[in-house]
Structures are given as structure tokens and as C-alpha cells.
């Protein structure tokens, strides 16, 4: 749906680091670099995502790269820099979902999330802190699509209008984090949200944020290749 005319936002997000405050100094979290900094070895949690986890050592190679990149000796670059990230013994784990307990739970210094669960992990443990590194990142947004063979189009539009009312938009924020990209229920969620760095990130965030493009199929096979060496890769 590039004109985004049979797509209806219902919410977004940035990837960024979720970091304890008492475990790590703010100064050096700025970076994506910091998940390479051996003063935290051991204590890096990686997401376990290909696009993601590929996207961010895209930009930690160079800065000037895409997230999308479909240049083969950038990819081979951001691959081998995650090899010896986990070859040097600073990864802890890779997941996703199960981070934002850990880090409530003490359990890692560092860890790539998404912005919502940073947002479910800070509201449990005041010692946790989200941030977008200056080199970039990935923004993204949920949206709510209807199939074209879709048997109860109607019912489906009713509830996609349901979605959109500002007390129902307002509700689904409160509950799950994420940013809303309704400006009725924005309004309603008033100065918590809207001072929120998390959930209202400034202009300045967006603006060195990039979406994910689809990749055809023989550049996803790259990617996927490249992936599979870096959770392959045994630790030195």
C-alpha cells in the first residue's frame, strides 16, 4: 500500500537501548557503540532479529549506510562486527519478548528493544532508562489492513473504526506502550505522554530514523546467510 490509502496506523514505534542507570554511564549509551564497549562484557542482551540486529551494525559500520542496504560488502561488514562482538564475549543472550523482564529483573546492563517494552520495563524498575543512539535507528508503524478476499468486510471496518476512537486509542497506549498516532486520544493522554522521550520522541529522534523496506528475495537470502554466521559464531 505504497500510497498508504487501505492502511490505518494504529501504532508506532522506534528500536533503541534500554539501559540500567546504575550499571551504566549515560555518557557512553549516546551509541550504538556501547554494545561493543568491553567495560560491559557479558552483560549485552542482543535482539534476535535479522533485520534489526543486521540494521543497527549497518549504521555502527558507518553511519551514512541504510538500514536497507543492499550493498553486499556493507552487509558482509555489519556481519562481521556482530561475529566479533559475540566471539569477544560481550553478548549475553539473544531474544526479544523475555528482555524487558530481565532488565526489570536486574539481569543485563544493556538491551536492544523496541520502544514499548522499554516503556513496560521503566514503569517496573526506576533505574531503567531508553534511548535512541545518535546514529540512527528504525521507526515503524502497525498498522490495520483488510484482506481482499475478506468474507465480513463490514465488521471489519467497524472495528478498525472502533480502533480509532480517541477513549479506545487512549486505552490501548495505556496498556501496551507504544506511541499513538491518534491526535484526539494523544490530547487525552495529555503531558505524561506527551513529555514522554519513550513514547512522544522529539522531531529531532524521528527525523534520524529510517523505515524498513521490503527486500526481495535473493537480498533477504543475503541477509538470512549473513545472520545465521553471526548466531553461529562460538565464543572465544
Known sequence: DPENKHSVPYM???LGILYNTKLVDEADVQSWSILWNPKYAGQVLMMDS???TMGLALIMVDPSNSMNS???AQLRA???LLIQQKQSGMVKAYGVDEFKDKMVAGEGALAVVYSGDAEYAIELNEDLAYVVPQEGSNIWV???VIPASAVNK???EKFIDFLCRPEIAMANVQEIGYCSPNAA???LL??????SPVMNPSDEVIARCEYYHDLDETWLSIYTTLYSEVLSAKVN
Not at 495529555?190 to 513529555?195: I, K, V
Open 78 to 80: 555489519a556481519a562481521d
Open 70 to 72: 543492499t550493498d553486499y
Open 50 to 52: 535479522l533485520r534489526d
Open 142 to 144: 502497525d498498522s490495520a
Open 154 to 156: 463490514e465488521n471489519a
Open 185 to 187: 486520544a494523544i490530547e
Open 190 to 195: 495529555g503531558e505524561d505522554y506527551q513529555s
Open 12 to 14: 508506532w514505534g522506534t
